[in-house]
T-cell receptor, first 110, second 115 residues
Framework: QKEVEQDPGPLSVPEGAIVSLNCTYS??????FMWYRQYSRKGPELLMY????GNKEDGRFTAQVDKSSKYISLFIRDSQPSDSATYLC??????????FGKGTRLHILP | DGGITQSPKYLFRKEGQNVTLSCEQN?????MYWYRQDPGQGLRLIYY???????QKGDIAEGYSVSREKKESFPLTVTSAQKNPTAFYLC??????????????FGSGTQLSVL
């Protein structure tokens, strides 16, 4: 089992819809979780990070962590064509090693 | 502005040649990382370093080497032993002193191709 699992997609949703992106992780030692957005052939940019279970909101983005089920989610409200990108989840373990999921390709249809 | 600079943006390697990818950061970060990205594979960790003059192998270190002689610099050499080097290479850094408040920053990447 990979340490961080993520459905590669592609995921296509109409403009204005709510997007739900999800990851699971296997290692209970993971304690710090991040979501990155990556446009084609660019470096990933950090969208959200969280240290604990619960929700964290920033504008149209909400990150959710459920440590009991080892499940992390990113919700995008009022999705826009500019949100079309690959979204990567990542976890940081106690050895400061950052593990990434494979990324989900998202297409927002105008 | 603070950030991570990777160079070159594009790099071509001939058979049997070693090439070096540059990564420089002025964020005063202790930890630096090199990742390789292939289509459909996500980011795979090659090497990482938490302190000057020390580094550890990641999941796919074979055919690569690194050095960390200065805090700001973490160059990656792709050696001739790496038989499938074509990929997008990403360098990243993060501060360790206040890990819960720090963020992993990425450079803009280097696309390496084999001639």
């Amino acid at each position: 089992q990979k340490e961080v699992e993520q459905d590669p997609g592609p995921l296509s949703v109409p403009e204005g819809a709510i997007v739900s992106l999800n990851c699971t992780y296997s290692n209970s030692a993971f304690q710090y979780f991040m979501w990155y957005r990556q446009y084609s052939r660019k470096g990933p940019e950090l969208l959200m990070y969280t240290y604990s279970s619960g929700n964290k909101e920033d504008g149209r983005f909400t990150a959710q962590v459920d440590k009991s089920s080892k499940y992390i989610s990113l919700f995008i409200r009022d999705s826009q064509p500019s949100d079309s990108a690959t979204y990567l989840c990542a976890s940081l373990n106690r050895d400061d090693k950052i593990i990434f999921g494979k990324g989900t390709r998202l297409h927002i249809l105008p | 502005d603070g950030g991570i600079t990777q160079s070159p943006k594009y790099l071509f390697r001939k058979e049997g040649q070693n090439v070096t990818l540059s990564c420089e950061q002025n964020l005063n970060h202790d930890a630096m990382y090199w990742y390789r990205q292939d289509p459909g594979q996500g980011l795979r960790l090659i090497y990482y370093s938490h302190i000057v003059n020390d580094f550890q192998k990641g999941d796919i270190a074979e055919g690569y080497s690194v050095s960390r002689e200065k805090k700001e610099s973490f160059p990656l050499t792709v050696t001739s032993a790496q038989k499938n080097p074509t990929a997008f290479y990403l360098c990243a850094s993060i501060g360790r002193t206040t890990i819960t408040n720090e963020k992993l920053f990425f450079g803009s990447g280097t696309q390496l191709s084999v001639l």
